[in-house]
């Protein structure tokens, strides 16, 4: 019903930068909220960041000051901005979204494949 796309990993050298894009599509009536979680195998998801409808974020401690979220509600997308990048930054980042699916209030709630994000010298 709803598919997520994410791109813009890849691998950076500590202080570096890198904009990670997820992209919704399918039957999307709107979004409730999207963000950014990271897992290392074996390990659960662990939030990074998060952005509602109505412009809300929240951030995990560890990417305050540092990570940036922000949406582009016309093109279904988010996009997460991460400067001053550290090794310890490196995983599996996954874009997850809640999106309302018809009139009715419906929702869908699902992740997208991964990106892959290592930071090394």
């Known amino acids: 019903q709803v598919q997520l796309v994410e791109s813009g990993g890849g691998l950076v050298q500590p202080g570096g930068s890198l904009r990670l894009s997820c992209l919704a599509s399918?039957?999307?009536?709107?979004?409730?909220?999207m963000g950014w979680y990271r897992q290392t195998p074996g390990k659960e998801h662990k939030l990074v960041a998060t952005?509602?409808?109505?412009?809300?974020?929240n951030y995990a401690d560890s990417v305050k000051g540092r990570f940036t979220i922000s949406r582009d509600a016309a093109k279904n997308t988010v996009y997460l901005q991460m400067n001053n990048l550290k090794p310890e930054d490196t995983d599996v980042y996954y874009c997850?979204?809640?999106?309302?699916?018809?009139?009715?209030?419906?929702?869908?709630?699902?992740w997208g494949q991964g990106t892959l994000v290592t930071v090394s010298s």
């Open positions: 952005i509602t409808n109505g412009g809300g974020t």
């Open positions: 399918g039957s999307i009536f709107s979004i409730n909220s």
């Open positions: 997850y979204a809640v999106v309302r699916i018809d009139q009715l209030g419906s929702t869908w709630h699902g």
